[in-house]
């Protein structure tokens, strides 16, 4: 938090000037409060914890040794015993390694960057990923259900000037059984969507423009057609799940539609209390924000707007934690 610029008293007060002097401090003070309580959410990312995340589910990180790079990142195996960690994998850049035989990565200054882990071998069929871009001195990442579900992720940011956050899949996610998650999201969402967790299951839960149905052609190939319509949008069910074809460079419009608001006034489009109520909507991305951390997830590809995605930015990056379940 900014401290107020320090006022130098004048040269030599007289008694009118020294109060015009203290009134206008005070105001000034008033003043930089207020801006201070209204001021919005956080543009680059989550709100911070308001102090060191506690939960005992991160373990302890006093003896997370200090980056040469930008940031340090230690992998976690959090699959409550269903693989040892020498049965947990991690890539990047090429380089693989099991966690029990290196649980950090000293990362460097990268543009796009993926990071995989995979569980049982190091090309397992079990294998989700996050993405960041890691600049000199800022980090910004998130985890993604763009695709599919893969494994339960989640990861906790800690930077240097204290801000620390975690994004990602809930707790439940992590501890529940793997049957029960795919059970779940099947009970949870309507007959078009049941087939997502049931046609590449046990290993993912695939994104809706990813199933043959709702493409061109599909049984459910017209599931948004009629809605997308009625806001003026000619644009495929497969393009508007993918924010693809004309949507591609309109992350508002395809937001809208996918969360059903499109054809809500402009100042309710952003409010999540006014998200997937209706069909048709993008009930795959409803799922993973239902079961994220604080709400916030990516569903599809501009999940972003209104700040709903697993994003984070900051500067001064300290250390990534990423907790890798089953």
């Given at each position: 938090m900014a401290?107020?610029?320090?006022?130098?008293?004048?040269?030599h007060p007289t008694g009118t000037v020294?109060?015009?002097?203290?009134?206008?401090?005070v105001l000034a003070?008033?003043?930089?409060?207020?801006?201070?309580?209204?001021?919005?959410?956080?543009?680059?990312?989550?709100?911070?914890?308001?102090?060191?995340?506690?939960?005992?589910?991160?373990?302890?990180?006093?003896?997370?040794?200090?980056?040469?790079?930008?940031?340090?990142?230690?992998?976690?195996?959090r699959t409550n015993g269903a693989y040892p960690d020498d049965q947990v994998y991690w890539t990047f850049n090429g380089e693989t390694h099991s966690i029990a035989e290196q649980p950090y990565l000293d990362m460097p200054v990268n543009s796009s960057g993926r990071m995989y882990f995979h569980l049982g071998s190091?090309?397992?069929?079990?294998y989700d990923f996050i993405e960041f871009t890691v600049g000199d001195n800022r980090f910004n990442g998130n985890t993604t259900r763009v695709d599919a579900y893969g494994l339960p992720l989640a990861m906790r940011l800690h930077t240097r000037d204290g801000y620390?956050?975690?994004?990602?899949?809930?707790?439940?996610?992590?501890?529940?059984?793997r049957a029960t998650t795919?059970?779940?999201?099947?009970?949870?969402?309507?007959?078009?969507?049941?087939?997502?967790?049931?046609?590449?299951?046990?290993?993912?839960?695939?994104?809706?423009?990813?199933?043959?149905?709702?493409?061109?052609?599909?049984?459910n190939a017209d599931y948004f057609t009629a809605y997308a319509q009625s806001v003026g949008v000619n644009a495929s069910t497969a393009d508007i799940f993918?924010?693809?074809?004309s949507l591609a460079g309109d992350a508002e419009r395809c937001a809208a539609l996918n969360r059903h608001v499109a054809t809500l006034p402009a100042d309710?489009?952003?409010?999540?209390?006014?998200?997937?109520?209706?069909?048709?909507?993008?009930?795959?991305?409803?799922?993973?924000?239902?079961?994220?951390?604080?709400?916030?997830?990516?569903?599809?590809?501009?999940d972003d707007v209104a700040d709903q995605s697993s994003y984070v930015s900051h500067d001064n990056p300290e250390w990534l934690l990423v907790a890798v379940g089953f």
């Open positions: 401290t107020t610029p320090h006022m130098p008293a004048p040269a020294r109060t015009r002097t203290a009134l206008a401090l003070l008033a003043a930089c409060l207020f801006t201070l309580t209204q001021a919005p959410a956080r543009a680059d990312g989550p709100a911070a914890s308001g102090g060191l995340i506690t939960d005992d589910f991160w373990g302890d990180t006093s003896d997370i040794p200090p980056a040469q790079n930008v940031l340090q990142v230690k992998v976690l195996n190091p090309d397992g069929p079990y620390d956050v975690e994004v990602g899949d809930s707790r439940q996610l992590f501890t529940e059984d795919f059970q779940r999201f099947v009970d949870s969402v309507p007959e078009p969507f049941k087939v997502l967790a049931q046609s590449q299951a046990p290993y993912r839960i695939i994104a809706p423009a990813a199933d043959p149905s709702f493409r061109p052609g599909g049984a993918s924010c693809a074809g309710q489009q952003h409010d999540p209390a006014q998200f997937y109520s209706a069909e048709p909507a993008n009930h795959y991305a409803k799922f993973w924000h239902d079961n994220a951390l604080n709400g916030l997830a990516y569903g599809f590809p501009y």
